[in-house]
């Protein structure tokens, strides 16, 4: 005998279940376009186009993120080493050793030129959390499995027979194991949801009632089968019940009934199978709840943005009529299917630095109010109603504080696993305040009012934009505009006296390179971060454009800049308004210069160091491996990663605009990750961002530890190696 099975085994009008297939298909389209209706009360959005990237990067992060659950288990390890290989390599760490002929560097040999696996060293990193994510990865695949093996049975009963012989075997035996393993994830997620109760999970009733609803209809799934095996294979080839281990079990504990009594109790367990399977798709349909993730998840990570993470928005200033959000209708429709796809996982709130600090902004609470006014006003504003117009999300919902909480750092939407955007709501909430209300913390207007009567955002500073720049003989474009290399020195690299010493370092690097550069100097200008991250959109553009203009006049294309803050903004910002420049972190471009043999280090600082992310630098920008090349470069230097490393670092407190926003409630931010440096007992803490530099300054001051810990940017570090040209060879 040839081991298969008849798919409708036992059971009269089995093909009824077509209909109840065709009822629940319809509610679920249904239910769908109801909320396709409320989506649409926002405004327009395109996230159609460009079609095919946007179809090819859906199917990448699906296998990614959906597959292999990347975000729950956090970013998987890249390999990085400290010896140069022949492909990219960091010439002279190993000083005072001959040069090898056609390289112009110093080895023993080429076979220092090829790492060993010792010289090859892990990213410091740690999945997220573990258990949950086992737990959702065992749901998910074994649900996924469960309903390939229902299409796989349809398609052989009804178009080619294929399940018989060892591919029936085989299939029994996979589907069943991973309903097994489905099963174990439903009992995983219970134990964690409500015995260990971590504290970003709240629960609801609809939490339990979905995996109820899924642990059952398993079982009963299991109890069907059963009762088949019990009738059949137990009997009469009790091999091939071996292969669905399911099923098997129990089939042995059916195995006493009789044969009458399991062709009956099989009937009614498949009915019953079938009824709780359809009607819990209908009860999904029906009641909106947290199972629609399913549906809606992968649709939200379809129309995700695809501009660069560290681009917001623009405002079209002559066209709009009401600047910001303050009302649902205010948002796009993108922005309201952001709120369903929501799963109340916690997870932006378990990486919110400030919610960490103790302050009222949770990433998660902000989006589940916006839905929460979202649902009480959708109903009224579909029929046409009007809303009471003195109800908007700011005085009702979100609040003042935690708008102006935000550090706009992206840890929340980098943890998201449904690419839901934080960022952009609250900034539109930020411009609805400044630009409607005329409402911004006084520090921040403090700041702003400067940009717009000094182009920088420093008031009181008794410093010029080009003193720091005094005995280094340095180009300005209005004097000498033949330049390969604009160094774009910021507003705090110019004007604040610490960063001033950056500046400075970045400024002899550049000319020990031998790179034909120029400044700005006193024609330079705020970038525009300041205003556009504190919502006033309108001084931004005015900057943006002004910059721009001036950067095409001078025929500028390619720029360096010591401030994450102001590559972000030329790099990814300023091409909305046609401002489209080569832009280089000063970590990238030295690090270039090293390798391309324009520099070279030959001593340097001993001790152990750390590097901190800056978020404008990494989350924003993804850089991360330039600042670890060059301080593994340096020989005497022993790099130590902080538990928040990459794209878990922890904010320094000095983003969207809080760098001129003061914090009330809770604990310092800054504070709180001196703490992190500190416990790796680094003697230094390095940066390559002017905030973060200062912050750490405050930090490392605030808790008393000036004497075993100092801040230092990757530049200054750089320049006190001893960096020379390179030798001829």
Sequence with gaps: ???????????????????????????????????????????????????????????????????????FFGVAPSLDYRRPSLKDFIPDIIPSRQVIPGLGQKYASLKDLIPSPKDFIPREYRPRELYPAIAHLLIVAGCIVLVLGAFLDFLSHYFFHFMYGGFYLGYSVVVDSFGILALIGVIMAIVRRYGQKPDRLDNKPEDLVALILIFVIIVTGFIVEGFRIAATELKTTPDWALWSPGGYVLAQAFSGLSQSTLLTQHKVAWWVHIVISFGAIAYIALYWNRLWHIVISPLNVFFRSLRPKGALVPIDLEATETFGVTKIQDFTWKQLMDLDACTRCGRCQEVCPTYASGKPLNPKTVIQDIKQQMLDEAPYLLKGVEVNPERDL????????????????????????????????????????????????????????????????????????????????????????????????????????????????????????????????????????????????????????????????????????????????????????????????????????????????????RGIVTYHDGCYLGRHNDIYEPPRQLLNSMPDITLVEMERNREKGFCCGAGGGHMWLEEHGGRRINEMRTEQVIDTKAQIVVTACPFCLQ???????????????????????????????PYST
């Excluded at 009824?16 to 396709?36: E, K, P, S, T």
């Excluded at 390619?558 to 990814?572: A, D, E, L, S």
């Excluded at 750490?696 to 075993?708: L, R």
């Design 1 to 71: 005998m040839v081991p298969t099975r008849e798919i409708f085994w036992n059971i009269e009008f089995g093909e009824i279940l077509y209909i109840f297939g065709i009822i629940v298909i319809a509610l679920i389209i249904y239910a769908l376009y109801r909320r396709y209706r409320i989506w649409r009360l926002g405004g327009p959005d395109n996230r159609f186009t460009p079609l095919f990237k946007r179809i090819n990067s859906f199917i990448f992060v699906a296998v990614v993120d959906g597959v292999f659950h990347r975000k």
């Design 394 to 605: 700011i005085t009702e919902n979100v609040g003042e504080e935690e708008i102006w909480d935000c550090t706009t750092c992206r840890a929340c939407q980098e943890a998201c696993p449904v690419y839901i955007e934080h960022i952009d709501k609250i900034i539109d909430m930020r411009r609805n305040l400044v630009m409607e209300r005329a409402s911004i913390p006084e520090t921040g207007e403090g700041a702003l009012r400067s940009i717009e009567a000094r182009g920088h955002p420093w008031r009181g500073t008794t410093f010029t934009r080009t003193d720091w720049a005094e005995g280094l003989d340095i180009k300005i474009l209005a004097d000498d505009s033949d330049v390969d290399i604009l160094y774009w020195v910021g507003c705090t690299g110019a004007l604040e006296d610490r960063s001033m010493k950056v500046a400075q370092a970045i400024g002899r690097l550049l000319k020990l390179a031998g790179v034909n550069f120029g400044i700005l100097g006193t024609e330079e200008s705020c970038c525009g971060d300041p205003a556009r991250r504190m919502g006033n959109e309108y001084l931004f553009q005015m900057q943006a454009q002004s910059n721009i203009e001036l950067l095409k006049n001078y025929n500028v294309q390619r720029i360096v800049t010591g401030c994450p803050h102001c590559y972000n903004m030329i790099k990814n910002e300023y091409p909305q308004f046609g401002g489209d420049f080569e832009v280089m972190h000063h970590t990238e471009f030295i690090a270039k210069l090293l390798q391309e043999g324009k520099l070279r280090i030959i001593k340097g600082a």
């Design 695 to 725: 912050m750490f300054e405050d930090g490392i001051k605030a808790k008393a530890a000036e004497e075993s810990l100092k801040t230092m940017d990757i530049a200054e570090l750089i320049a006190e190696s001893a960096v020379f040209r």
